[in-house]
């Protein structure tokens, strides 16, 4: 009879395995991952400065004050 090797292959060989995961991926999660740190570092010390809806308001009147405002020189003639 012939002789037939049998061909032993270690399943944990780096043939074996998938790709990795590409180096653009890895270095774009990298950055977003410092930018959310860095927008939320901001955000917890006050740095940033106030958001909100009420920034673009004017300091000196509330609100409810501009609304009131707003109907009674529409009411005048």
Same mark, same amino acid.
Do not use: C, Y
């Given at each position: 009879? =012939?002789? *037939?090797? +049998? *061909? ?10 998938? /790709?990795?995961? /590409? ?9 977003? #991952?410092?930018?959310? !740190?860095?927008? !939320? %570092?901001?955000?917890?010390? #006050?740095?940033? #400065?106030? +958001? #909100?809806?009420?920034? +673009?308001? =004017? *300091? =000196?009147?509330?609100?409810? $004050?501009?609304?009131?405002? %707003? $109907?009674? *020189? =529409?009411? !005048? /003639?």
């Amino acid at each position: 009879m =012939s002789e *037939e090797k +049998h *061909e032993v292959r270690n399943v944990d060989s780096a043939d074996d395995r998938p /790709p990795g995961m /590409p180096r653009w991926v890895k270095v774009t999660a990298i950055v977003v #991952g410092a930018l959310v !740190l860095l927008f !939320l %570092a901001l955000q917890l010390t #006050g740095v940033a #400065g106030q +958001h #909100g809806p009420g920034r +673009h308001l =004017s *300091e =000196s009147r509330p609100a409810a $004050a501009l609304v009131k405002l %707003a $109907a009674v *020189e =529409s009411a !005048l /003639p």
